[in-house]
Nanobody, 118 residues
Framework: QLEESGGGLVQPGGSMKLSCASP????????IAWSRQAPGKEREGVAC????????NYEESVKGRFTISINNAKNTVYLQMTDLKPEDTGVYHC?????????????WGRGAQVTVSS
């Protein structure tokens, strides 16, 4: 019931903003996470924002470059990505879970393709 949008092709060093929206649930009541899966690689968690206190945590390789945030009025969670690198390429998914951050097996759906290439 989550819908990702905002993917596409971007050059290395560029920026992109992904959105995660839901017509069915109120996102501020859930902890929301982003994950990604590159071709031939396992899915990895990227970022999470907690429903308890809006605290955030990030995978080490994206710290300082990615920012997860929530706009409660728009019922949308964002992943702002800057200084993108080719290794950021992959299909990005968002997931929601009550209280704690979603685990890696809780992501599904179409996702948003992000391709970082010159």
């Amino acid at each position: 019931q989550l819908e990702e949008s905002g993917g596409g092709l971007v050059q290395p060093g560029g920026s992109m903003k992904l959105s995660c929206a839901s017509p069915g649930i109120t996102l501020e009541h859930y902890s929301i996470a982003w994950s990604r899966q590159a071709p031939g690689k396992e899915r990895e968690g990227v970022a999470c924002i907690s429903s308890a206190d809006s605290s955030t945590n990030y995978e080490e390789s994206v710290k300082g470059r990615f920012t997860i945030s929530i706009n409660n009025a728009k019922n949308t969670v964002y992943l702002q990505m800057t200084d993108l690198k080719p290794e950021d390429t992959g299909v990005y998914h968002c997931a929601a879970r009550l209280h704690i951050c979603p685990t890696i097996d809780q992501f599904w759906g179409r996702g948003a393709q992000v391709t970082v290439s010159s």
